[in-house]
């Protein structure tokens, strides 16, 4: 038996009674949106996971991932490195046609990430997350969490620009690995979010405005 006791984003936090068990989720980020049962049995299946691989994404971020892209059911996701498909599932829990980019570094992963998300039909490409911008297909939700540092901010403005739709929404992990400001002033000052779990990784996410797009609409990138 499930019973929400508190669904508020409002206030921060959801208290659920689930097989006599009380859970509690601390929300540390901003929302407007309400929880149903349906969101609170995904997200106790998100917390099952497994998450003792070294480099997994925190399950708080995961979480987040899954509340913050759920407006954008039925929709379409494109995820950037998926290791062990954690990303992917919690956008599918959302109800978002996903396509996942991973060039499969990470040996072994490839299979773990397809079985957890067997029941979806995820479009699996064997490739680095930039070939995604060789079409003109445009995301609701772009996860980046692939590779990191300085280096991927021009691949992150790429995506900002070119992948992610108007109204839509740019997610990247691990944002404190790079200059925040620098990545800021390129995309355009957007809205943003940032969170950090307990191991002080953070998550960054960016809403696209079709009237604020920023001053660089013409794309002329400064590296």
């Given at each position: ?7 508020s984003?409002?206030?921060?936090n ?6 006599n ?10 929302g ?5 049962a ?16 070294v ?7 995961i ?12 929709g ?15 956008l ?18 490839k ?7 067997k029941?979806f ?17 445009k995301?609701?939700v ?13 691949e ?14 740019l ?20 809205r ?24 660089n ?7």
């Amino acid at each position: 038996m499930l019973i929400i006791i508190n669904v508020s984003l409002k206030q921060k936090n959801v208290y659920l009674l689930f097989l006599n068990i009380v859970y509690y989720y601390d929300m540390s980020f901003n929302g407007n949106d309400f929880l149903t049962a349906q969101d609170a049995i995904n997200l106790l299946k998100i917390e099952q996971l497994d998450y003792s691989v070294v480099n997994t994404t925190d399950v708080s971020h995961i979480k987040e991932i899954y509340l913050k892209s759920k407006i954008y059911k039925g929709g379409t996701a494109c995820e950037v490195g998926s290791l062990g498909g954690h990303g992917t599932f919690s956008l599918c829990l959302a109800g978002l046609n996903v396509t996942s980019y991973d060039n499969d570094g990470h040996k072994g992963f490839k299979d773990k990430r397809e079985t957890l998300c067997k029941d979806f039909n995820v479009n699996w490409i064997v490739q680095e997350g930039l070939y995604a911008l060789n079409d003109n297909v445009k995301y609701d939700v772009v996860f980046h969490d692939s590779y990191h540092f300085e280096e991927v901010i021009p691949e992150l403005v790429a995506f900002w620009f070119y992948k992610v739709k108007d109204e839509g929404m740019l997610i990247v992990h691990d944002v404190e690995t790079f200059s925040h400001e620098r990545f800021m002033f390129l995309i355009g000052n957007p809205r943003f979010e940032r969170t950090k779990d307990i191991h002080g990784r953070e998550l960054g996410t960016y809403y696209k405005n079709k009237w604020t797009n920023g001053w660089n609409d013409q794309r002329n990138f400064w590296f």
